[in-house]
């Protein structure tokens, strides 16, 4: 038990430290091409930043674990919203900006709605998976359009993460490009190893895993930037990060499965996985939209949906003891 423990761990820390090389690498080489810092921000970036759990999800699904890659991709959205912004706003309360107000969160709405949706008859397939992707292309569309015809740049959160890019010269950015993904895929599999080997000492499913430590794991990075961000006082670009992240789980890293293996869910985990990330999405929108709200997450609500990730938790753990 202790050897996959320890390579759980290994395997996390490398999958973080490599997406970072790896995304430096990616925009750094397509600067060096002439890419536009717009083009790079809501493409590399964006998708680079998701890079650990896209190939999580692909080795399991691969190695025959799909459910591995449901639940992480399920998982990390319920600890994006519940764990990451509801400490992160009882820190600092968090403003929603006028941009995830406009168009992401009710992309995010969009997204699990047809998650939810595509998943009601229990089986991910590949028509699934097909438009899921479809769906990011056309959000990516839909983004590259606007910013080229208005001056407003690349968004707040997108500008923070090129900011922090290190900018590396041709040679140091092909490197990294190349590196960078050759460890992402070995960390990836490591993972993929432990988590499975975890599951079946403790006589749960793969699922299980990826909901809890796989998901946790894959989002304390997130964790970190955000609770850091709003030390600092840069806590309007909390939520616009979490959305972000939130939108590609759903729509590319939940479409790797559905493309590779058509994994089935059972009724459980449609209504009590897919319910909650459900759930806590739709309070996201409460604390924007309802009338009299103030736009921000607040600390109380911050409380609250922190509440509502422990009790989900402790609901899962009780279930797992029980089956």
């Not at 969160?105 to 899921?132: C, E, K, N, S, V």
């Not at 070995?186 to 895993?209: F, H, K, N, P, Q």
Request: glycine share 10%.
């Amino acid at each position: 038990m202790w050897v996959p423990l320890l390579v759980l761990i290994i395997g996390l820390v490398t999958l973080v430290w490599s997406a970072d090389r790896f995304l430096s690498g990616a925009a750094s080489a397509a600067g060096h091409l002439g890419v536009s810092k717009m083009l790079i921000g809501l493409t590399v970036v964006s998708l680079g930043t998701s890079a650990p759990e896209i190939l999580v999800a692909l080795t399991a699904a691969i190695e025959g674990n799909p459910l591995l890659a449901v639940g992480n991709a399920i998982g990390s959205n319920i600890a994006n919203i519940g764990l990451v912004l509801g400490i992160t706003a009882m820190i600092a309360p968090l403003p929603f900006s006028s941009g995830v107000l406009r168009k992401e969160l009710p992309w995010l709405l969009g997204a699990t709605l047809l998650t939810f949706w595509l998943l009601f008859d229990l089986q991910l397939t590949r028509l699934d998976g097909i438009l899921l992707l479809t769906a990011m292309g056309l959000i990516m569309y839909r983004l590259v359009k606007t910013q080229q015809t208005t001056t407003e740049g690349v968004s707040v959160s997108i500008e923070e993460e090129l900011d922090e890019l290190q900018a590396l010269s041709r040679r140091k950015a092909i490197f990294w490009l190349v590196a960078g993904l050759i460890l992402l895929l070995v960390s990836a599999d490591m993972l993929v190893w432990a988590a499975t080997r975890i599951a079946e000492w403790l006589g749960v499913t793969e699922m299980v895993i990826g909901l809890t430590v796989v998901a946790v794991g894959t989002s304390l990075p997130e964790l970190a930037a955000t609770v850091g961000a709003a030390i600092k006082g840069h806590s309007d670009i909390a939520i616009g990060n979490v959305v972000g992240s939130n939108i590609l789980n759903i729509l590319v890293v939940l479409a790797v499965p559905g493309l590779v293996s058509e994994p089935v869910i059972d009724n459980v985990a449609l209504w009590r996985d897919c319910g909650m990330m459900m759930a806590l999405t739709l309070a996201l929108a409460l604390f924007a939209y309802a009338v009299g709200s103030q736009r921000v997450i607040t600390r109380f609500e911050g409380a609250v949906i922190l509440l509502g990730w422990v009790g989900y938790n402790y609901v899962l753990f009780q279930q797992v003891q029980l089956s």
